[in-house]
């Protein structure tokens, strides 16, 4: 993976909705901006039940979109990163399908997970109450087949995201055609996603297990033998994170957001410093993606209550909530929880530029500590271009994660390059991409709680970040043989 900030974009909403306009975009405007570009679902088909996280087919690219071979051409302008939907399928491909018609007769039966096939001596109560599950209810979905037999199917996100068994033979077999695919087609970066929940047991929690990291090993290991890194992505307790990151290639660091957010609003670092002195460093590090801002990693374990210290204490995470909701002016309320169909418990809905009440000196200070903390940055489409909540789409759709889901037109994406909060936001991107002493140490200075001062060196270049939180001077600069580069950012 490269050293560079990567983008992470929808295909479909960002410009023309095509790959090959992505690439145009990648290759003129945005040339040298990226070094690798993540496609969320780029799958068949993109408008499912989740945003492309159901598919029907997850060896085609939708048609609407384009090919694989447009894909190819976009890996040869950037690094190209995909996600491996390892947990589930769309309840509309022709596996399940075929299951749904001819019941345990189908070729497929044992591919998907039933109630009876975790369970089969039955649940007590008990062993149902421990099941996770980041959404309220029971992960289960009753369903009649074509054959009069009724199932009580696993599908721990909705009804329509029917659980795999990813230790059935058909179930190896449909994971190691995407991989194949992939492989050939340029993909030399692939995302597991939800692979937290594939691997259910009775008695357990059915997150997380010593049988999980084993599936994630064996199928990272398949996944390098073909020459594609591994990214997992898991929404957890700040201490299992840590102990997630021993063990696999690339994590995300779902903790930075909401502490940046804590410290931008009430000027004290402490928490986010004593984050940095602890936090895996073999870290995608982000402030906003396609679902929500994260609370889950930064708060008290939920599946352990001898854990119940996070990063940041019950209330004042509450008032981190708040202040989201009322930096929006209400709209992250009307997106959030119980108020929209996506009832995740762990995340707030709101773009991160809303967050900060569309404060451009914090948004860009915020995207500097970002981008100066160890690892692999990655900036989501709407947050590069300084998005707001799209309260239309949310009145639309009625699914909370899409008010940080714009369709960016031509001509918005046009006018947003020319906004001064996204010039200045390149310049911090640039001096990323271009200052060789990212490639070196990197060293949190001692300073006091309403400040931060973060350097990396490499040999004779250097890198600094200084913010008091105060009153959000700053200073960012570099130097190496050429001498020295300071950055100015605009004022709000």
Known sequence: MKNQVQLITYVDRLGAGTLQQLTQWLDGPLKGVFGGVHLLPFFNAIDGADAGFDPTDHTQVDPRLGNWDDIRA?????????????????????QFQDFCARGDASPYAGMFLTMDSVFPNGAREQDL????????GLPF????????????????????????????PQGQAYLTSILQRFADNGIRM?????????????????????????FIARFAEQAQGMGMEVLVEIHSYYQRQIEIAKRVDWVYDFALPPLVLNTLFFGNSKALKDWI???????LTVLDTHDGIGIIDIGADPMDRE???????????????????????????????????NLDLYQVNCTFYDALGRNDRAYLLARAIQLFM????????????AGENDMELLARSGVGRDINRHRFSPSEIEAALEKPVVRDLMQLIQLRNTCSAFNGAFKLLESSDETLHLRWVCGVSKAELFIDFSDLRYQIGSEDADGSHVITLGSQ
């Not at 109450?129 to 309220?136: D, F, K, S």
């Not at 995302?191 to 047991?201: P, S, V």
């Not at 160890?374 to 271009?385: A, D, H, K, T």
């Open 307 to 341: 854990r119940s210290h996070g990063l940041l204490p019950p209330q004042q995470l509450d008032q981190l909530v708040e202040r989201i909701h009322t930096n929006s002016q209400g709209q992250s309320r009307q997106a959030t929880g119980a108020a929209a169909s």
């Open 190 to 214: 692939i995302r597991l996603d939800a692979a937290g929940y594939t691997i259910k047991k009775a008695g357990t929690s059915c997150f997380m297990l010593p049988e999980t990291f084993d």
């Open 277 to 283: 002195r602890i936090r895996p460093e073999n870290a």
């Open 129 to 136: 109450l421990t099941v996770y599950r980041p959404r309220p």
């Open 374 to 385: 160890p690892g692999v940055p990655q900036i989501y489409y709407v947050g590069l271009l």
């Open 74 to 94: 976009l890996s040869e302008v950037v690094d190209v990163m995909a996600d491996a939907i390892v947990n589930h399928m769309s309840s509309a491909s022709p």
């Open 141 to 168: 979905a009753p369903m009649a087949l074509g054959n009069g037999q009724k199932k009580m199917l696993w599908t721990t996100f909705t009804p329509q995201q029917i659980d795999i068994d990813v230790q059935h």
